[in-house]
C-alpha cells in the first residue's frame, strides 16, 4: 500500500509538473508581435514605398496587408518568414491596389512564432487611417535672386501649399535644404558651385508631400561667369620635409616625402571636403548673424576664392588645386574673432586645415577658420599659426553654403547682403 501511495504521488507530480510546463510554454507570450511602419505620416501616393518593422520574442510567423475602402477588403500584400526571427522587415506599395485619391484604412496583421493558440500563435492587428494623395505639392517662388556669379550664393524664398517632408534646391548630386520661416514661406541658401559654367549651372527647386509625391522645376536664375586666379608655386624640399614630418599620420602608406605630400594636397583635401559637407546638416533653423561678417582685424589677403594652384617640384607639375577660402596674414599668432554670431559646431583638427574651428550661422550658412595655432573656448576662436598644409603663419578663412564653400567675399559685403539676402526677405514681408 506505501509502494502504491508512493507512486500516486510520484506520478501526481510528474503530472502537475508537465501541466506547468505545458501552461508554461502555452502561456509565457500572449501578446501579438509589435507593429511599426515607415513613413507614418497618414498619406500615401501609389509608388510610396511602406516599411513594416514587427518585432516579437518568439519570432515573427508572418504578416498580411490589406486596404480597406467602402466596406471592402484587399489583401495587397503576403508574407511567411523562415526562420522565425525576433525582428522582420517588409517594404511594400500600393502601385497595383487601384486606390483612388481619398480615405482609406491600412491593416496590417503579424503572427508571431509562439505556441499560443496550440500553436497557432498570437496575432496582432493594427489598422492606421490613411488618405490616398497622387498631387505633388505646388511651390510658389516668392523671390529669386537678381543673379548668381559662379562661386557664389543664391537666396530663395518660395511657400508651399501643404506640408512637405523636405523642400530645397538641387545642384547635381547636391542638395541645399529650405528652412521653414514662422510665416510658413520657406528659405533656402544655396551655391553656384565653382567648378561649373553658367551653362551647366541648372539649379532646381523641389519638394516631397507627406504622400512622397514629388515635384521639381528648373530655377530661372541669371548665372554670372567670374574669371578665377592661376597660380604656379613652386614646392621646395624643405617643404616637403616640413609636410613629412609634422604630417605623416595622415599618409602613413607614402613611400617619401613627395608622395605624402600629393597624397595629402590629393586625397585628404577630398576627405575633409566630405567631412564639411556633412557639418552642412548641422545647421539652426534660423539665422543666428546679422549684418556683414568681419574679416580678420588688421590683416592682408594673400590668396583668394578658387585660386587654381599648380604645384611645381624640380620643374615639374605634380598635382593642381583650388583654394577655396581667403588667405590673411596678420602678426604672428593674432587672435581670430568669429566673423559673425553663430555657435562652434567643429573644433579641433582636421587634415589640410590643421586647427579648424567651423561656425553655424543658421540655414546652412557657416564661416571656417583654420591653420590656427591654438583654438580657445573664449571670446576670440583661437590665434593664426602655420597647423595643417600652411605654408606659413596665417588664417585660412572661409564661408560655406549647405557644407559647400563658396567665395567669402560677398559675405563681407554689407551692399550685397542688403542686396541679395536682407533686403530682399524684409520687402517679402511687407
Known amino acids: 500500500m506505501r509502494k502504491r501511495g508512493v507512486f500516486s504521488t510520484l506520478l501526481s507530480l510528474i503530472v502537475l509538473g508537465l501541466l506547468v510546463f505545458g501552461a508554461y510554454t502555452f502561456l509565457k507570450d500572449m501578446d501579438g508581435p509589435a507593429i511599426t511602419i515607415s513613413p507614418d505620416t497618414g498619406r500615401l501616393s501609389p509608388a510610396r514605398e511602406v516599411t513594416v518593422t514587427m518585432t516579437d520574442k518568439s519570432g515573427i510567423r508572418a504578416v498580411t496587408v490589406s486596404v480597406r475602402k467602402n466596406n471592402s477588403s484587399n489583401v495587397v500584400f503576403q508574407k511567411h518568414f523562415s526562420p522565425y526571427l525576433p525582428e522582420q522587415q517588409v517594404q511594400f506599395s500600393l502601385k497595383d491596389a487601384g486606390i483612388r485619391e481619398g480615405a482609406f484604412d491600412l491593416e496590417i496583421k503579424a503572427t508571431d512564432a509562439s505556441l499560443a493558440g496550440f500553436g497557432q500563435g498570437n496575432t496582432r492587428t493594427q489598422v492606421w487611417p490613411m488618405r490616398m494623395d497622387t498631387q505633388p505639392p505646388r511651390i510658389s517662388v516668392k523671390t529669386l535672386p537678381p543673379n548668381i556669379r559662379r562661386g557664389g550664393t543664391g537666396v530663395i524664398l518660395y511657400t508651399i501649399n501643404e506640408d512637405v517632408t523636405y523642400s530645397g534646391v538641387r545642384i547635381g548630386d547636391l542638395f541645399f535644404k529650405g528652412y521653414r520661416q514662422p510665416n510658413n514661406s520657406y528659405i533656402c541658401f544655396f551655391p553656384f558651385p565653382h567648378k561649373q559654367s553658367p551653362a551647366q549651372y541648372t539649379p532646381e527647386i523641389t519638394a516631397e508631400d507627406l504622400a512622397g509625391n514629388v515635384t521639381a522645376s528648373r530655377l530661372m536664375v541669371r548665372a554670372i561667369d567670374r574669371q578665377f586666379r592661376n597660380d604656379n608655386i613652386n614646392v621646395t624640399d624643405a617643404f616637403l620635409l616640413k609636410v613629412s614630418q609634422s604630417l605623416s599620420d595622415l599618409a602613413p602608406n607614402a613611400a617619401n616625402p613627395l608622395e605624402c605630400f600629393i597624397t595629402i594636397n ?165
Open 266 to 430: 590629393r586625397d585628404i583635401r577630398a576627405s575633409n571636403a566630405g567631412t564639411l559637407l556633412e557639418l552642412g546638416s548641422k545647421t539652426e533653423p534660423r539665422m543666428l548673424w546679422s549684418g556683414a561678417f568681419i574679416r580678420l582685424p588688421r590683416s592682408a589677403a594673400r590668396a583668394g576664392y578658387a585660386d587654381h594652384r599648380t604645384y611645381i617640384y624640380q620643374g615639374q607639375k605634380v598635382d593642381d588645386q583650388y583654394h577655396l577660402g581667403f588667405d590673411l596674414a596678420s602678426l604672428a599668432r593674432a587672435e581670430v574673432p568669429a566673423a559673425n554670431n553663430g555657435r562652434v559646431v567643429f573644433s579641433g583638427p582636421l587634415g589640410i586645415y590643421g586647427n579648424l574651428v567651423v561656425v553655424d550661422h543658421g540655414m546652412g550658412l557657416m564661416s571656417l577658420y583654420s591653420h590656427m595655432s591654438s583654438i580657445n573656448k573664449g571670446d576670440t576662436l583661437g590665434h593664426t599659426g602655420t597647423t595643417g598644409l600652411a605654408f606659413g603663419d596665417h588664417l585660412h578663412f572661409g564661408m560655406l553654403v549647405g557644407g559647400v564653400e563658396v567665395t567669402p567675399l560677398e559675405w563681407l559685403d554689407a551692399k550685397w547682403i542688403r542686396d541679395n539676402v536682407t533686403g530682399r526677405l524684409a520687402s517679402n514681408k511687407q
